[in-house]
Nanobody, 115 residues
């Protein structure tokens, strides 16, 4: 089993920044992709950004140029630097790790952006 623990969420104002962190533990060997998803109230969970073990990144169009994902494959951690936050960035942010065909999720951390 793989456990993912997120941290760094909170309440910020429009235009401010937050940094989310996620650490994988347990049988966390051979993680292919680590990334972040989010779910806003009444909406489906969506990809925010992810990074493969080779360093390839994928970003949602809505966060390109504002969010940056980084990953430490040795420590099995992934971070999401979120700048210029908007109200529509509000939601629960989930860390995800994929090992082969299995996916693991963190418990989520709330990000609220107010005006």
């Amino acid at each position: 089993q793989v456990q993912l623990v997120e941290s760094g969420g909170g309440l910020v104002q429009v235009g401010e920044s937050l940094r989310l962190s996620c650490a994988a533990s347990g049988y966390a060997f051979g993680i292919d992709v680590m990334g972040w998803y989010r779910q806003a109230p009444g909406k489906e969970r969506e990809l925010v950004a992810d990074m493969s073990d080779s360093g390839k990144t994928l970003y949602a169009d809505s966060v390109k140029g504002r969010f940056t994902i980084s990953r430490d494959t040795d420590k099995n951690t992934v971070t999401l630097q979120m700048n210029s936050l908007k109200r529509e960035d509000t939601g629960v942010y989930y860390c995800k790790a994929r090992i082969a065909i299995r996916s693991y999720w963190g418990q989520g951390t709330q990000v609220t952006v107010s005006s």
